[in-house]
């Protein structure tokens, strides 16, 4: 699991780097790298998420905060289960989880401290998003892939339940 928090920092510090870069550099540029299809095109997102922007309503910080925390913490919770659980280590598993793990983490210092999220990637005419979000969504689906994998299917033949597991400290062995 240390490998993943390290892959998780390094990943954290790209995508904030590559925010201060645009913010201090090129907050006003506009490229186009595939006409009407891929485009950098900076935009600060203050609506703090995609459902509240698609909807054009701000959302309360302290509830986002909220969300991303119970969000962070139900995702380490998910990944130790499942690696409790599971006869080895699995590319998916550890993709999903450091992957998505970055994200909320990223998603928490873009509402904490930028006031909302510096998108910068314009896809098609459809949105504005940033590595987090690229970060979530390969997150997701690498999980969505493990839990539909073989190796999900076969694990320990004598699944301890989520609530036994819990209540014995979240034991990984």
């Not at 998003?129 to 689906?141: E, N």
Request: with cysteine; proline share 2%.
């Amino acid at each position: 699991m240390k490998k993943q928090w390290l892959i998780a920092g390094i990943l954290i510090m790209l995508e904030q780097s590559i925010k201060v870069l645009i913010w201090n550099f090129a907050m006003e540029k506009r490229i186009t790298f595939i006409p009407n299809s891929l485009r950098f095109e900076p935009y600060q997102n203050t609506n703090l998420n995609w459902i509240a922007s698609m909807a054009s309503i701000v959302a309360p910080v302290f509830l986002m905060v909220l969300f991303q925390f119970t969000a962070a913490i139900g995702i380490m919770l998910l990944y130790r289960y499942q690696r409790y659980l599971a006869a080895q280590s699995n590319l998916w598993l550890d993709v999903g989880f450091c992957t998505a793990l970055t994200g909320i983490i990223c998603s928490f210092i873009d509402v904490v401290f930028w006031g909302g999220s510096l998108d910068y990637i314009g896809l098609f005419d459809w949105f504005i998003f940033d590595m987090k979000d690229v970060f979530l969504h390969v997150g997701w689906i690498s999980i969505f892939i493990w839990f539909n994998s073989s190796a999900y299917k076969t694990r320990k033949a004598e699944i301890t339940p989520f609530k036994v597991w819990l209540l014995s400290g979240c034991k990984l062995t």
